[in-house]
């Protein structure tokens, strides 16, 4: 079974950074895709980003040119380093892993995820 575990939330002042990580048990090689969604208080989760096993991203208008996110094999770890941090990027951030395979990185479906982690709280204060 795998499991995911998000670390690296916190609080910061907007404009700064924070990297928040996401453990995959098992091997991250193995999944073809791993996504990161946030979820701000009484709102809909909603998609950042998205890893292929390819190295292909994507991101939401919302972040991209500020998050990056990548994947480090060896460590089995998948990363989102957030810069420009804004209030409005508060939220619970969660990670999920794919194993379907597709050739770009904005095709994957959050209802088709196959695992997510339990999620990690950012709070931007201005």
């Known amino acids: 079974q795998v499991q995911l575990m998000e670390s690296g939330g916190g609080a910061v002042q907007s404009g700064g950074s924070l990297k928040l990580s996401c453990a995959v048990s098992?091997?991250?090689?193995?999944?073809?895709?791993v996504a990161w969604y946030l979820q701000a208080p009484g709102k809909e989760r909603i998609w950042v980003a998205t890893v292929t096993s390819g190295g292909a991203t994507g991101y939401a208008d919302s972040v991209k040119d500020r998050f990056h996110v990548y994947r480090d094999n060896a460590k089995n770890t998948v990363y989102l380093q957030m810069n420009s941090l804004k209030p409005e990027d508060t939220a619970v951030y969660y990670c999920?892993?794919?194993?379907?395979?597709?050739?770009?990185?904005?095709?994957?479906?959050?209802?088709?995820?196959?695992?997510w982690g339990q999620g990690t709280q950012v709070t931007v204060s201005s």
């Open positions: 999920a892993a794919d194993t379907r395979l597709y050739y770009s990185a904005y095709s994957y479906q959050q209802d088709d995820h196959d695992y």
């Open positions: 098992g091997s991250v090689a193995s999944m073809n895709a």
